[in-house]
């Protein structure tokens, strides 16, 4: 039988040979992700229930990286989870990134740090755990009742997902990027468009995107409403992976869709004369050209979070505001994604650039992303942001907007004061 | 798992997002609490960023009137946060009724054992109103409009998800499968 790269992923992980989307199917979990703000329930219930025992074999990442010492009650949540760590310092398998020199977001920090691996079955506490299907994994986030129980058993229930392909066509424009081509298909397809469903991403174009863009691509796809997003693992991938993976590769656990696999459907997009796209309020997918937009006036321009302060994010926006002021009434924000981008940032021309253009920058951290410290909106408040939510609420006051947008995008954004597109 | 659920329901429209239903900024509230007080301590802030074209979800006590929320497509997108989950379970709600969910909101739904996800045949947002009393009997997949006397049903669930939620949740059913 015929199977899509998701389906033999999930087969493998089932110990079966083949499954079909509908089916349930109780997987290994090769990597569990857990990070400050979903974990605390987690851990109580293991120890209340498991007592407090882990499964042997899990490989678990831990990146407190959601609410970093804002406040007493989170510093709590912080140190609970240290404390877990602590006190499971036995565990082999476990990793650990706190405070400190390599600290940061955890879907920027796991490929960052080696823990994806192509074939690989990862679930996190955290819904853009989609994010590495880019290199290969099914991924998906999960709930704290289910982190727990994986903790426990290493393992998790699945309803095999249906696939649902997106090729993408034609030449990339210049001054586009990973998160239009996303905008520009889940403002055709809805915030739902791809519900419960394994969102394959490929075409000339995604095979051009580098890896931090491909990141970009999979960590938006539950905007679409996806269980997982992928992009089958080429060279550039294994390039990536050398010298960086924690765990060895397993060449059995590659796996690639077979040519008559089925597909839910399969939709085709040209890209080329797409122009730079930005997401109004309240929902992902009211997507508009950025020109439509030119007289809306910014509070504040974001350039963070995992979906847009990886080092390419970071590099071409800097490419944009050299030279350049930002308008006088902008807060305008950088907060790169992992301490290593951060430390190659301030030693490297990028800080100089951002310095120079007004920008203040902040360590990394979900900070501003999520309305929960650093850069949080006012009410009435306008801000163009690289993040991947744009809720009402979801960064500050519920009367507060956020238009979502290309690093880019809200570079130029923060140069002119209003909604702009940039001009390479 | 209640089966017969009675009560007034609340009715929203489409895409009712996580962040709606329990804000970020809420997420640190359960730091060093035990698990049996987190209901009582996100109830205050169920529904907070909800668009204020609804009629307000808590009144000025905060106590909400509502047991059923009745809404249309993908409730529940946006963050794995299960706060929200236990923030409608915190204000009284005891099922939500909507022709899709998204997905990771459903699981939590059925892991956590919060209420039944119950997925209407068609959408019934635009046929019921908020205040309206409603009798669902998730056994016989039936939703009740008491008020209007019209009757709608649900689907099925999966057979593994009415498992784990009769069990109590994952927990309970892992733990009688260990
Ligand atoms: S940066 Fe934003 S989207 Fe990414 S993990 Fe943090 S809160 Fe979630």
């Given amino acids: 039988m015929e199977m899509t790269i998701t389906e033999k992923t999930l087969a493998r992980g089932a110990g079966r040979k083949y499954v079909k989307p509908g089916e349930f199917v109780d997987v290994d979990i090769d990597i569990l992700g857990m990070n400050d703000v979903t974990s605390t329930g987690a851990i109580k219930l293991l120890r209340k229930y498991f007592n407090n025992q882990i499964a042997e074999d899990l490989n678990i990442v831990v990146t407190p990286d959601h609410y970093d010492h804002r406040d007493i009650d989170s510093a709590e949540l912080y140190k609970e989870l240290m404390g877990f760590c602590e006190e499971h310092r036995d565990h082999k398998k476990m990793w650990v990134y706190p405070l400190g020199e390599n600290y940061g977001i955890c879907h920027v920090m796991l490929p960052q740090e080696g823990h994806v691996r192509p074939g690989d079955i990862i679930v996190g506490g955290d819904s853009h755990t989609c994010t590495y299907g880019a290199l290969g994994a099914f991924s998906t986030g999960i709930g704290t009742t289910e982190v727990g129980n994986v903790l426990a058993t290493g393992k998790l229930w699945f309803k095999v997902p249906e696939s649902l392909k997106i090729i993408i066509k034609g030449e990339n424009p210049e001054n586009i990027m990973a998160k239009d081509i996303f905008l520009h298909v889940v403002g055709n397809i809805g915030v739902d468009g791809a519900l419960y469903q394994a969102m394959e991403w490929e075409g000339r174009p995604i095979n051009e995107l580098n890896i931090d863009e491909k990141l970009t691509l999979t960590n938006l796809d539950i905007e679409a409403g996806a269980k997982s997003g992928i992009i089958q693992p080429d060279e550039k991938v294994f390039e990536y992976l050398e010298g960086r993976l924690k765990l060895p590769l397993d060449d059995s656990r590659l796996v690639y869709s077979d040519p008559n696999a089925k597909y839910a459907s399969v939709l085709e997009y040209d890209i080329s004369d797409l122009p730079p796209l930005v997401a109004k309020p309240y929902l992902p997918s009211n997507v508009v050209p950025a020109s439509e937009l030119e007289n809306v006036r910014i509070d504040q321009a974001f350039i963070g979070s995992c979906t847009g302060a990886k080092a390419y994010d970071l590099e071409v926006a800097a490419e944009i505001l050299k030279g350049n002021k930002k308008a006088r009434h902008v807060r305008l924000i950088v907060s790169p994604a992992t301490q290593k981008i951060y430390k190659e940032v301030m030693q490297n021309k990028l800080g100089k650039i951002f310095l120079d253009a007004g920008a203040v920058i902040w360590p990394p951290g979900c900070g501003a992303c999520l309305g929960a410290y650093m850069g949080v909106l006012a009410s009435g408040e306008v801000c163009i942001s690289s993040t991947n939510r744009n809720f009402r609420g979801r960064m500050g006051h519920r009367e507060s907007k956020v238009f979502l947008a290309s690093p880019m995008t809200v570079a130029a954004s923060a140069v002119k004061g209003y909604i702009r597109g940039a001009e390479l | ?178």
């Fill in chain 2, 1 to 178: 798992m209640k089966d017969v659920i009675v009560g007034e329901s609340y009715v929203v429209g489409d895409h009712i997002n996580t962040d709606a239903i329990i804000p970020g900024r809420y997420l640190g509230k359960l730091a060093s609490v035990p698990v049996e007080m987190y209901p009582e301590i996100l109830r205050k802030y169920a529904m907070e960023d909800l668009d204020p074209k609804y009629p307000p979800f808590l009144d000025k006590e905060k106590r909400c009137p509502y047991k059923i929320i009745v809404a249309g497509r993908n409730f529940g997108c946006g963050s794995s946060r299960e706060h929200a989950q236990i923030a409608l379970k915190g204000a009284g709600i005891e099922v939500v009724v909507a022709p899709s969910f998204a997905r990771i909101f459903y699981r939590n739904c059925i892991n956590g054992a919060w209420f039944p996800p119950t997925e209407s045949e068609e959408d019934l947002s635009k046929q019921i109103a908020t205040g309206d009393e409603l009798k669902i009997i998730i056994s016989e997949r039936k939703i009740v409009n008491v008020t209007k006397g019209e009757e709608h049903s649900s689907k099925p669930f999966d057979l593994l998800a009415k498992n784990i939620l009769d069990a109590g949740g994952l927990t309970q059913y892992n733990l009688r499968r260990i």
